[in-house]
């Protein structure tokens, strides 16, 4: 079966740049989209399209995919950005979605 | 505002069925595909089903497929879930979802918007 790799954490200090990335091998022909998840809420869309982000997602999100590797980029990460970060994309059929295994960014 | 309601969680043994349902509102519901997403509390994110805007087209994660029937109802703004055979390893909250951009296929498109989400617990 289909799956996108994450590392499960990361760690970066307040103001500083982080990036979280998500590797699969159908990535070079299928949009990738990034959630994030707080605990004990509903995962917020906070790039979609590879690189898009939604109303009210700050600037300070992008995202790229390239190759079999897609990044979430913080250019100035915040304490409030701690949460656990999704990839999510289709395989190559483009009717099976899978999400990464979820990357717990701690901003400290 | 975009509104999901689900409903139908429950504490059951293995091999029973159980109905989730998800009423939606605050959106033209018949314009937009549909998701079924769940999470092992603790754990990871888990997509198990979706549906187009016209039922034309469905899909299932491997692990549910054949146990799993999802189906909606447009005139009464509602998405169902049906699971029959259900294993210890289907305890979750499981979600429902709304995609992003309109008459699109299951694929096509991700969730952009989310339920709180509805109890299933699988135990002897």
């Known amino acids: 079966s289909y799956e996108l790799t994450q590392p499960p954490s990361v760690s970066v200090s307040p103001g500083q740049a982080a990036r979280i990335t998500c590797s699969g091998d159908?990535?070079?022909?299928?949009?990738v989209y990034w959630y994030q998840q707080k605990s004990g809420q509903a995962p917020v869309l906070v790039i979609f399209?590879?690189?898009k982000r939604p109303p009210g997602i700050p600037e300070r999100f992008s995202a790229s995919n390239s190759g079999t590797m897609a990044t979430l980029t913080f250019s100035g990460a915040q304490v409030e950005d701690e949460a656990v970060y999704y990839c999510?994309?289709?395989?190559?059929?483009?009717?099976?979605?899978?999400f990464g295994g979820g990357t717990k960014l701690t901003v400290l | 505002e975009v509104q999901l309601v689900e409903s139908g969680g429950d504490l059951l043994q293995p091999g029973r069925s159980l109905r989730l349902s998800c009423v939606a509102s605050?959106?033209?519901?018949?314009?937009?595909?549909m998701h079924w997403v769940r999470q092992v509390p603790g754990k990871g994110l888990e997509w198990v089903s979706g549906?187009?805007?016209?039922?034309?087209?469905?899909g299932y994660a491997d692990s549910v497929k054949g146990r799993f029937t999802i189906s909606r109802d447009n005139a009464k703004n509602s998405l169902y879930l049906q699971m029959d055979n259900l294993r210890p390893e289907d305890t979750a909250l499981y979600s429902c979802?709304?995609?992003?951009?309109?008459?699109?296929?299951?694929?096509?498109?991700?969730?952009?918007?989310w339920g709180q989400g509805t109890l299933v617990t699988v135990s002897s």
């Open positions: 979802a709304k995609a992003m951009r309109e008459r699109s296929t299951v694929g096509a498109t991700a969730p952009d918007s």
């Open positions: 605050g959106f033209a519901f018949d314009d937009y595909a």
């Open positions: 549906i187009s805007w016209n039922s034309g087209s469905i």
């Open positions: 159908a990535l070079p022909k299928m949009f």
């Open positions: 399209e590879d690189t």
């Open positions: 999510f994309s289709t395989d190559h059929s483009g009717n099976l979605w899978v």
